[in-house]
């Protein structure tokens, strides 16, 4: 499997000494890999959220991210991200 380049995801950090340096969402000691590990495992996204609260903006935030580093752009964008519409495509 691709190793992403997890410094370009506005959404996530890591920090020495957080975490042991592990890529987190942003000002949390959440690790990403966490959610895709629980995710593989048969979790729901509601079941991740309850289980380490973390957000749906939060996870979708880095499966876009994973989708779009993988060419495999199958998870909607972000919240946060721009509406395109026919015209701008």
């Known amino acids: 499997m691709a190793t992403l380049d997890w410094s370009r995801c506005p959404a996530v950090e890591?920090?020495?000494g957080k975490v042991s340096g592990?890529?987190?969402?942003r000002d949390t000691r959440m690790p990403v890999a966490t959610v895709f590990e629980n995710l593989e495992a048969g979790l729901t996204v509601e079941e991740?959220?309850?289980e380490f609260a973390v957000?749906?903006?939060q996870i979708n935030a880095?499966?876009?991210?994973?989708?779009?580093?993988?060419?495999?752009?199958?998870?909607?964008p972000p919240a946060h991200a721009a509406a395109a519409d026919a015209h701008s495509l």
């Open 62 to 76: 880095v499966l876009h991210f994973a989708a779009m580093s993988l060419g495999t752009p199958s998870f909607p």
């Open 55 to 57: 957000t749906r903006e």
């Open 14 to 16: 890591s920090v020495p």
């Open 22 to 25: 592990a890529w987190v969402f």
């Open 48 to 50: 991740v959220m309850e």
